[in-house]
Every structure is written in structure tokens, then in C-alpha cells.
């Protein structure tokens, strides 16, 4: 399948940064550097989501849309402290990252709680963005292709295929988040590649083809074009470089 009839998508991750007081300046810096993106990408920022409505209001009009970098795995109730995806909804917020390396980290989400929240968000318009990756150990231990499978078949059990349309699945090597060490393109393409592959087996190749594939882990201003010119690469996760306009503009404008 020709890949510009899949949807192209450049999300930033903003992790714990930012300040509302910030928005305005950042805007007012990449919007000029991004005229008619619309055109070729999907510019989304997610951000915390105390973030999401001053995010709103500054990137309104602008074709930048907004996400969550997490949702609750509930649809409401005695969850304190955690956010539903209908409440993200309500706001506006476009996209959801969900199973971010750092979520599994250091909040003990795991494979099925992925699972249990990629469900939910489908039941919602909110757009989940699933992430996928191994550690350095997996990579060095020949493991990468089994673990990522493992990792999407979780992620998928109890999606139909009509409802895959509408997941994004970003593969992040979690030894690239960060670290400034990236996958060469080469190596970023066989596994996105062969996450296509496996969602051909598990529903059709008609669908696999129609699935957005980011990459994330230290995309770049500088590695961005030949990343994003990967036949299975659709679009990229962005941490670092999407807090700075000038770099995330680059990346926008990669991806054309
Ligand atoms: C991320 O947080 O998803 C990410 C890829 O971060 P970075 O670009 O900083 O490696």
C-alpha cells in the first residue's frame, strides 16, 4: 500500500514540562514555520492534562490538535487522582498516548492494563496512540521481535477490526527515549515493518495497510527525514525535540 493513504501523524510528547504561561510563546514561534502542515500531517501535542485547555485556546485555529499522554483504564467512578477518557473527550483533546515506556516504568502499567485502556479509548472519539518497545536488555538478548509482537497482541486483544482503524501504534525502543541514541532508520523500519506484519496476521492485510506506524526515541531535526521516509513509518513520537518550536517545526515539515 502506498503510504500517504495512511494518516501521517508528528505528535509531541511534552511529558512534565511546560507551563500555560508558555503556550503563547511557543505557539507564536512554530505556527509561522509550519503554513498549510494540514496539508501533508496531523500536528498533535500532548500534553499534561491540566495543560489541555489553555493548549486549546493557544493552538486554536491553528491546525495543531491537543492529546493526553494517559487515560484512566475506567470508563468513571472511585478512581482518585486518575482521568477518564470521556473526561478528555470533554475537553477536546484528539489523541491519548497510551503505555508510554515511562507509564510502565515507573507506574507499573503492564501489557494488560494497556490492553484494558486501549478498549476503553475505543469506546470514545478520543485516538489512542499505543506504544510498543523494547529495553536495550531485549535487544541485546535477540528478543526485539517477539517481545514487540507479544506487546501489540496484548495491546489488540478484544479489537475488532473495524475498531483498528482507529488506533495509531507508535514502536518506541526504550533505549532511544531520552538517551539521544536513536534506531537507524534501517532498524526502526524492520520492526515497524514487522508490526505490520503481525497485524496482518491477526486480522488482514487490507487493515494492517491502513494503520498509522510512528516512530519514537530521540527523533531529531536532524534524523527526522530519513526516519519518516521509511515505507512502514508513518509519522513520529517526539519527547525532547517537540519542546523546542524550531525543532518540532523541522519534524513537521520531515514529514512531507
Ligand atoms: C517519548 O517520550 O515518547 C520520546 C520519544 O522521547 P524522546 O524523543 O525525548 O526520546
Not at 95 to 101: L, Q
Not at 172 to 177: D, K, L, R, S
Not at 191 to 206: F, N, T
Amino acid at each position: 500500500m502506498n503510504k500517504k493513504l495512511r494518516k501521517t501523524i508528528i505528535a509531541g510528547n511534552w511529558k512534565m514540562n511546560m507551563l500555560a504561561s508558555d503556550l503563547k510563546a511557543f505557539k507564536d514561534e512554530l505556527i509561522p514555520l509550519i503554513p498549510n502542515h494540514k496539508d501533508w500531517c496531523e500536528a498533535v501535542i500532548c500534553t499534561p492534562s491540566v495543560l489541555i485547555p489553555p493548549a486549546l485556546k493557544a493552538f486554536n485555529e491553528t491546525g495543531v490538535g491537543v492529546g493526553a499522554q494517559n487515560m484512566s483504564q475506567h470508563k468513571s467512578g472511585a478512581y482518585t487522582g486518575e482521568i477518564s477518557v470521556d473526561q478528555l473527550a470533554d475537553i477536546g483533546a484528539e489523541y491519548v498516548i497510551i503505555g508510554h515506556s515511562e507509564r510502565r516504568e515507573y507506574y507499573g502499567e503492564t501489557d494488560i492494563s494497556v490492553n484494558e485502556k486501549l478498549l476503553t479509548a475505543l469506546d470514545s472519539p478520543v485516538i489512542p496512540i499505543v506504544c510498543v518497545g523494547e529495553t536495550l536488555y531485549q535487544r541485546e538478548t535477540g528478543v526485539t521481535f517477539e517481545l514487540v509482537a507479544l506487546q501489540v497482541k496484548i495491546a489488540l486483544d478484544g479489537v475488532s477490526e473495524e475498531k483498528l482503524r482507529k488506533v495509531v501504534i507508535a514502536y518506541e525502543p526504550v533505549w532511544a527515549i531520552g538517551t539521544g541514541k536513536t534506531a537507524t532508520p534501517e532498524d526502526a523500519e524492520e520492526v515497524c515493518c514487522a508490526i505490520r506484519d503481525v497485524l496482518a496476521g491477526l486480522y488482514s492485510r487490507e487493515a494492517a495497510d491502513a494503520v498509522s506506524i510512528l516512530y519514537g526515541g530521540s527523533m531529531n531535526d536532524k534524523n527526522a527525514v530519513d526516519l519518516l521516509a521509511q515505507p512502514d513509518i508513518d509519522g513520529g513520537l517526539i519527547g525532547g525535540a517537540s519542546l523546542k518550536p524550531e525543532s518540532f517545526a523541522v519534524i513537521i515539515n520531515a514529514a512531507r
